[in-house]
């Protein structure tokens, strides 16, 4: 069953994925920020996204290792809000 909240967390992962496309031209965007941040959220739903995450930490483990500890902040910035 699709709930809204997952819906929801697709539609943003999607949105974030493409301005963050887009970021990579214009100056003004976070390009990359707003790339991981999508990755991240598509991960959650997708497929594609968890193997690219699992392709990311098996290739790259010092980027991976970077994104791990961006999740951890987010995560306390998320609870710290609510």
Do not use: D, H
Not at 25 to 51: F, K, N
């Amino acid at each position: 069953m699709v709930t809204f909240k997952n819906s929801f967390l697709v539609f943003i992962g999607w949105a974030c994925l493409l301005f963050g496309v887009a970021g990579l031209v214009l100056p003004v965007v976070p390009g990359i920020l707003l790339i991981v941040i999508g990755i991240y959220l598509l991960s959650r739903r997708q497929a594609w996204a968890a193997r690219f995450l699992l392709r990311l930490k098996t290739s790259y483990p010092e980027a991976y290792a970077k994104f791990e500890a961006f999740k951890v902040q987010v995560k306390k910035l998320v609870k710290g809000a609510e």
